[in-house]
T-cell receptor, first 114, second 118 residues
């Protein structure tokens, strides 16, 4: 069984603040893949990142950064200097090698106020 | 990436009726999936749409309720049959690109079809 937990339901910040979204996962596989998706108010899901379980290097892409810690089964996502356009629901997801099907967390709604 | 078009984008349906959602991709893809997102909830995989054979359904979803067609590598349909208010959801088509058969590729989603059942 696999499980993704996003404990934060909603986060509200003022523009230019940093915001970190937590993601904790459970899996018995040693090989697995972690994803983050963004769902803006328009509804379309936007792929942000894919990370495999053997690559624990942190990654930075512009204002986005990801912290993967296998020891704590966490794959946290930070938005630096947030902007109003970052307002969306963010989903963390897990895929195990056996079937590659994605299990999504409940999502965290981020609201960035001007 | 892939351009995924879904129709209809939204609809209001009467209880007991059925509605077919279409998903068109601008390139041939092997893996196509249908997800459901109930109001305020996360995404749940309904089934994998297999080209040339019956869809593979996840636990809790059955073919009689959600028949799926996949006539070719760029098109699929999902029908929501005998709808009830509990079926009010966003239904999303997704495709996987970049899989090398060893690791999953990126999963791209259509904009979804928002169904409201009265």
């Amino acid at each position: 069984a696999q499980k993704v937990t996003q404990a934060q339901t909603e986060i509200s910040v003022v523009e230019k603040e940093d915001v970190t979204l937590d993601c904790v996962y459970e899996t018995r596989d040693t090989t697995y893949y972690l994803f983050w998706y963004k769902q803006p108010p328009s509804g379309e899901l936007v792929f942000l990142i894919r990370r495999n379980s053997f690559d624990e290097q942190n990654e930075i892409s512009g204002r986005y950064s990801w912290n993967f810690q296998k020891s704590t089964s966490s794959f946290n996502f930070t938005i630096t200097a947030s902007q109003v356009v970052d307002s969306a629901v963010y989903f963390c997801a897990l895929s195990e090698l056996i079937d590659y099907k994605l299990s999504f967390g409940a999502g965290t709604t981020v609201t960035v106020r001007a | 990436s892939a351009v995924i078009s879904q129709k209809p984008s939204r609809d209001i349906c009467q209880r007991g009726t059925s509605l077919t959602i279409q998903c068109q991709v601008d390139s041939q893809v092997t893996m196509m999936f249908w997800y459901r997102q109930q109001p305020g909830q996360s995404l749940t995989l309904i089934a994998t749409a297999n080209q040339g054979s019956e869809a593979t359904y996840e636990s809790g979803f059955v073919i009689d309720k959600f028949p799926i067609s996949r006539p070719n590598l760029t098109f699929s349909t999902l029908t929501v049959s005998n709808m009830s208010p509990e079926d009010s959801s966003i239904y999303l088509c997704s495709v996987e690109l970049g899989s090398d058969r060893v690791s999953p590729g990126e999963l791209f989603f259509g904009e979804g079809s928002r169904l409201t059942v009265l």
